[in-house]
């Protein structure tokens, strides 16, 4: 992994100032390492080789209780700042994302597991926590400690500067040149590894179909010996794995003892002296201490990094076009007409269209028909502005004026839109709520009107507290018919002049079909209505049937 | 939401749980002495390397012999040596321990898993809850590594240097000791109050953000096309600045628990300055373990640096190994009777009959029955279709007849009382197509094999033609060996039920129930699939269960569920 993802910068601005503190805490922590040193030094060397008294080295034991105390201020501060950081940074990447999958629409979430995405947007990043109080300060570190550390034992030893100038480039050589060599190992084992692991989830989940089957007796057994087969090839991988800091580890040690038996011997033979041999000792495994703790928060760094960047990605999928216009027209008197419209892959229920076209006349029913997958909803989802169109265009033409749809503004366009999908969804809310959800400003009176429009007015009679019930999750639980009635009542809410209905009736028993039915025809009478129809009884109350089963796919 | 709540409850961990699941992955006693012998060994050797340097230096300088100084320049290169490599034998060691922790623990929860499925698993059906068990599984399994290991590390580690400061001068292992004390007890201490509290504020609040995120993604469509996009993203945004807020105490307490770690240091390298200076001036300390006696300090507080994680760790496995102990020690909801009864045996294509009388099946876990009052007589080769709204007990009724939920009432199989048979011998006479069968992450062939022992290729492949899938599996490069994906992610609705299909067909049992299997498919698939469904099982008993129209002239009898 690339130790820092500049992206990270630009869509968690808390990050921006985190790496600024770090530095400054980074240079503060590298002069606190020396200005140690020197006063350890001066307080052993003369009561050692002189004799002296606490009393005669009390400047540099006040010297030392200073940096003591600073070093705690600092602790406290960077920890802390750490774990805001992550906290802002993790805020923001959840919003954003957020947002955006709101502006990329249903059918690309239709491609994704919703369940990971959220569970990546809460407990997923926060390996950040990681990231930011661990691992990015100690690479601050690594940077600046060899460098000015280096340069202070270049002062006092040549030959110790030589030994920590060969070795700390060493170290990073090693582990990217292990890294390659391993990787291909890894990466292989890793599949197995996570098939392997994958199984006793598998078994879990599915214990119930095993059992219907008789089989559940069986299967300690073969966890065991999947178990089994996970452990040895774990521990190939764990073999290789462990190698980098094992090399990190011993090139780092054996360097400190290199460096302590040169200096001994000089001091035998009286080439140094004990001031600079002692300063170097204790310089010398300051220089890899932040490379050791590098490498050893890369991992769960790691995790939380990569968690960050799945985000960032979806932050970069680009979400269906908007164009600068505002001015939608009316269009219960406008007319729209697909020119050869192509739309590529849309997901797996819905299919690709080409060369799409036809025409809805204003205030007309115009019925879409064909066989499932010939791109009906795919043609909605193009009017609802959810998907771009790849190839032709459409047309919206009003009082004598052509405009494309790309051109308008995609919230103004919905705005002037009502839709009703195949599965209409109860946010959580009361049933008003979810009839007033696209015109908030609409009254009880006007919701109440709505609903006796859909044949709902028993159903509210009904209720425990009329419209103020409360429906979707944990709350009153509508049928199919309902729900659909409750989403035609929040077309009716909306005034918009096109109403895009999929499949209105579908899976409805009769009664209710009837009733649905009804309710379109009322809705039809003041507005333009393009409607995916399956039943015949829904083909005939159009005004026009577009056969899409005649469109080469 | 409330199967993930349920799944939490034992949040406050008894610590007895932790004992029952440390009985179970507790490593052997060799290999888990030989982990603690040897993290103790590589970091008596990074403290021995400082201080041996330090010796070696001091008495150089006072330039005696160069024999004088061998042992410690030999020591000084050997401890360089070590470190290293008795980290990387200690983690090998413990890493292999602790993954047969984890074999052992997961064989134990299938175990147990095995006999109280389904309806045992109250509170922890949902695939959420699911994936969390099985995090609890690693979590806990790892409690060796994380906790046992650094502590027990740091204690034989903290005694040889405290001893050896000690044999230098008294006071000082005093000094050394408290500091150690403080950084490896009380920062831990601090660290794991404050990340306890953060995991029981924050996990509620992630859990809430995740629940909201989740329900809007589901609801986008109608959200987005309404306009209220602002609106009913306003609570997630609440629920968020809760959440900073949140783990900004967090991140006070941390620093709190990182400034305790570091005073102790510090002040520990103060005050055995403070006390070794004096001491070498009387006598009582060599002038060439001074230098020793000081750096000491800059390096043993490595000893202590990863117990704040331990506790953390340790507080975290609490918490898990309550969720799975409370699995562990569940109770079979429908327990084999001690005496079973022999089915007596039908002749060959024949069924035996299946009667109900007043049968009603209540959920363990639930207090009013799911399904009351329901009787009818199935006959062999008979067809029954179960019709009625959602909700109405369609398929409590289905798992109360294969024994997977308690039943109350009478019910009997080929003459013989439902609570004088065991479970396996009910399915194994009355095969079951759930609602939402479990694909599994396997081949074709492998996730229709299970349902019959010993069936070879061809046995699958005959099933696969009689539901209608040859055609579609033959085409596949891999044919039968084309693996499915995790849940069957490769595999449409209508093939899922497809598979599911196959199962039964292979299986072949006297009596077939399908719980709603046309659920989640288009009309046109839907129906093609109830025709070939009641096709293939032709000549056997079958209960079909739909809250469709459609295929109901094709069977003998309706029960009307909803009509109670």
Known sequence: MRPFDPRLMRYASATRGFIGASIVAGILTTALIIVQAFAITGIVVPVFTEGQALEDVRAALYVLTVVVLVRIALAYISERLAFKSSAAAKSQLRLGVLEHVMRLGPVWLSRQNSAELTQLTTRGVDGLDAYFSRYLPQLVLAVMVPLCVGLVILTQDLLAAVIVLVTVPLIPVFMILIGLYTQGRVDKQWSTLSRLSGHFVDVVAGMSTLKAFGRAGAQAKTVREIGDRYQSTTMGVLRVSFLSALVLEVLAMLSVALVAVSIGLRLVDGTMTLQAGLLVLILVPEVYLPLRMVGTHFHAAAEGLGAARQMIEILEEDPPASGPRTDVPDLATATISFSDVGVGYVGREDSAVEGLSFAIAPGSVTALVGPSGCGKSTALAVLERFIDVDAGSVWVESNGSQVELREYDIDAWRRAVAWVGQDPTMVSGSLADNVRLANSSASDSDVLCALEVVGLTHLVAELPDGIATVLGEGGRALSAGQARRVALARAFCQQAGLVLLDEPTAALDVESEALVIAAVAELAKTRTVLVVAHRPALVELADHVVDLAGVPV | ?564
């Not at chain 2, 024949?350 to 209540?362: D, F």
């Open chain 2, 1 to 564: 939401m409330s199967a993930a709540v349920e799944a939490s409850a034992p949040e406050v961990a008894a610590p007895s749980s932790l004992k029952q699941v440390w009985a179970v992955i507790k490593p052997r006693r060799g290999k888990g002495l030989l982990s603690v012998l040897l993290a103790s060994l590589s970091l008596i050797c990074a403290i021995g390397l400082i201080a041996t340097s330090a010796w070696l230096i001091s008495r150089a300088w006072q330039q005696p012999p160069i024999l004088y100084l061998s042992v410690a320049v030999v020591s000084v290169r050997a401890f360089g040596l070590g470190r290293g490599v008795f980290r990387y034998c200690e983690r090998l060691v413990s890493h292999s321990a602790a993954l047969r922790g984890l074999t052992d623990l997961r064989v134990r929860l299938v175990e147990r898993v095995a006999v109280v499925a389904p309806s045992g698993m109250h509170g922890i059906r949902r695939g959420d809850a699911l994936r969390r068990l099985v995090d609890d599984v690693d979590t806990s399994a790892e409690f060796g590594l994380r906790t046992v290991l650094p502590s027990a590390t740091a204690i034989v580690v903290g005694a040889c240097v405290v001893g050896l400061v000690g044999w230098l001068l008294p006071l000082g292992a005093v000094i050394l000791l408290a500091g150690l004390l403080a950084a490896g007890i009380i920062a831990p201490w601090v660290t794991a109050r404050v990340g306890q509290d953060a995991a029981g504020r924050q996990v509620h609040l992630k859990g809430e953000l995740a629940a909201d995120m989740n329900s809007l993604f589901s609801h986008s469509a109608d959200v987005i096309a309404a306009g209220a996009v602002d609106a009913r993203t306003q609570p997630i945004r609440d629920l968020d600045s809760q959440l900073v807020t949140a783990e900004s105490q967090t991140a006070r307490g941390m620093g709190v628990a990182a400034a305790i770690g570091s005073a102790a240091q510090g002040l520990a390298l103060i005050g055995m300055i403070l006390v070794a200076v004096p001491a070498v001036r009387n006598g009582e300390l060599s002038g060439v373990n001074l230098a020793v006696l000081v750096l000491i300090p800059l390096v043993a507080f490595e000893i202590v640096v990863g117990l704040p994680s331990a506790a953390l760790w340790l507080a975290k496995a609490r918490a898990s190994s309550a969720r799975i102990v409370d699995l562990l020690d569940r109770r079979d909801p429908v327990p084999d009777p001690a005496v079973i009864e022999a089915l007596p045996k039908v002749g060959a294509g024949a069924s035996p009959q299946l009667s109900i009388e007043g049968l009603s099946v209540t959920w363990p876990g639930s207090s009013a029955p799911a399904v009351t009052d329901v009787s009818f007589t199935l006959t062999a080769g008979k067809r029954m279709a179960v019709v009625g709204p959602s909700g109405c007990g369609k398929s409590s009724l289905a798992a109360g007849l294969v024994k997977f939920a308690p039943i109350e009432g009478h019910a009997e199989l080929g003459g013989v009382a439902y609570q004088h048979l065991s479970g396996e011998e009910v399915r194994d006479v009355v095969g079951y197509c759930e609602q939402d069968a479990h694909i599994f992450d396997n081949t074709i062939a492998e996730n229709i094999r299970f349902a019959k022992q010993g069936a070879s290729d061809d046995d699958v492949i005959a099933s696969l033609r009689s539901v209608k899938l040859w055609d579609w599996v033959d085409s596949l490069p891999r044919g039968i060996h084309t693996n499915v994906g995790e849940h069957g992610a490769q595999l449409s609705g209508g093939q899922r039920q497809r598979i599911a299909l196959a199962r039964i067909v292979l299986a072949d049992p006297p009596i077939a129930i399908f719980d709603e299997p046309t659920e989640h498919l288009d009309p046109v698939t839907a129906q093609a699939l109830t025709d070939d469904i009641l096709n293939v099982m032709r000549g056997r008993s079958v209960i079909y269960i739909t809250h469709n129209l459609y295929g109901l002239d094709q069977v003998d009898e309706v029960l009307d569920l909803g009509a109670h």
